[in-house]
């Protein structure tokens, strides 16, 4: 915690909330630069002050360390005003070597006159280079009433309101005059609730902010950079500010000021994204993959705008056209028309249908069908991403494969040699190559489609299997039946 209280000079205390530190570093300073403002003042003998070198100038007395590794829960100093604009103080607290705390921060100190008249702040710690937790315990009660009116909200179900309904999952920002956005966040959760900020409606390469438990079930805010499916990446809190945070009865609710820039892609900034809203559990300290598929908006939006908008946690449409075309091709009509060419060439004898063998004029339409809702299911993905998904790992790279081996089969079955042709060997081993190798990578990208958690992975990779191995089954009890007839 950091407070100040000053008029031509201030006392800033470091307080600890009963949770002892070993390491501490405070500056002051403006809020658009990183030069250290004013000079300090001690006599406490578990301190230090600092010379800090910025750009070649150096600035004596512009900060305080610690000076021994002795257990601290207050430290109190002077600091003496500089004639400069509006300051907060920044520190760094270190509890033990792996475990410290960046970013803490005090409110804005705003100078009116000739006098500095403090906005105060409490900021306090939680696990991690790059989380930080309030250090009170309750919130302002949220409510969705200036939603689309004053504030930015993002809420499901729609209409419902946090004040009201402890099932409500919410989101507001609210703009504070070019000093940032003020984020409230709320839901029913048993380990956490996180906002991302993302630039397709896929989960990797996301901006986060995370309300959860700590090691200790208090609740913290954080923020991480999120990759895919693992867990996401911690990254520096950053320029976040006046932190309240609260748990009451399972509804977990975060407040906080951010300045950060929103960054989905670790180097570039822009104010339009898609939502997720993500909750789910908890343990020792590290966030969970969810249980549900986040709540996601329909469309990208600035949420330094204000309006309102719900979302959905189903997947788009036309990504449930890709995945129900794509089972169809390749657990139905591929599967079926592949057994045909393998096991009942043998079946049938010298039977033909209008001049071909009776097996291959069932082969042919299955697969040429298996390669019509293969191209379908293709660009319907690619209509529904708007180009190439760089965040879903090796799906779309293997989908290309599956998509270029699927197309060269009825090229190469169209030029095909006669069957007493000397070289009708070639075209008889590349085919069934070509088939052989489909296959499994199909059965790869069906059994490894985006944004399913384990659990559900798990149990649609049994249904699928079940499916698999039953229509098998019927295929051959089928063509065992047409056989003997």
Known sequence: MINAEFCLFAQVTLDANSVPFQGVLLEAR???????????????????????????????ESAVSHSSETEKTQIVVNWIAPDVGNIEFRATFVQTRPMFWTG????????????????????????????????????????????????????????????????????????????????????MASGYIAIGFSDDQTMGNDDVYICGMDVSRRIQVSRAYSTGRSRPVSRMLG???????????????????????????????????????????????????????PFISSEKVNVGAVQSISGSSGRPILIKAHGALMLIAWMTTGTIGMLIAQYFKCIGGERKIL????????????????????????????????????????????????????????????????????????FKYFHAIVAYAIRPLAGTLLFNMQNINSHTSRTEMRIFKCYLHTLRFSVLSFFACFHHM
């Open 30 to 60: 403006t809020q658009s630069s990183t030069i250290p403002r004013g000079t300090f003042r001690t006599t406490n003998s578990l301190v230090q002050l600092l010379t800090c070198n910025v750009g070649g100038t150096s600035y004596p």
């Open 104 to 187: 803490v921060t005090s409110r804005i100190i705003q100078r009116s006159g000739p006098t500095v008249v403090p906005q105060i702040t409490t900021s306090s710690r939680s696990q991690g280079s790059s989380s930080m937790s309030a250090a009170g315990s309750n919130v302002d009660a949220f409510s969705s009433d200036a939603c689309g009116s004053t504030k930015f909200c993002f809420i499901n179900p729609a209409q419902c309101n946090p004040a009201t309904d402890g099932n409500c999952f919410f989101m507001s920002s609210t703009p504070l005059n070019n000093q940032g956005l003020l984020f409230e966040m709320s839901g």
């Open 239 to 293: 320029q976040v500010s006046n932190i309240t945070v609260a748990n009451n009865n399972g509804v977990i609710q975060c407040s906080f000021v951010t300045r950060n820039n929103i960054s989905t892609a670790q180097r570039a900034a822009n104010n339009m994204h898609y939502l997720f809203f993500a909750f789910g559990p908890s343990s020792d300290g590290l966030i969970n993959i969810h249980q549900r598929t």
């Open 355 to 426: 001049g071909k063998a009776w097996w291959f004029q069932l082969h042919f339409p299955l697969m040429t069908l298996t390669v019509a809702l293969t191209i379908i299911g293709f660009v319907l993905v690619f209509v529904q991403v708007k180009g190439w998904s760089y965040s879903a790992g090796s799906h779309p790279v293997l989908g290309c494969v599956v998509m270029g081996l699927a197309l060269i089969q009825p090229f190469v079955a169209i030029f095909r040699p006669s069957p007493d042709h000397k070289r009708r060997w070639i």
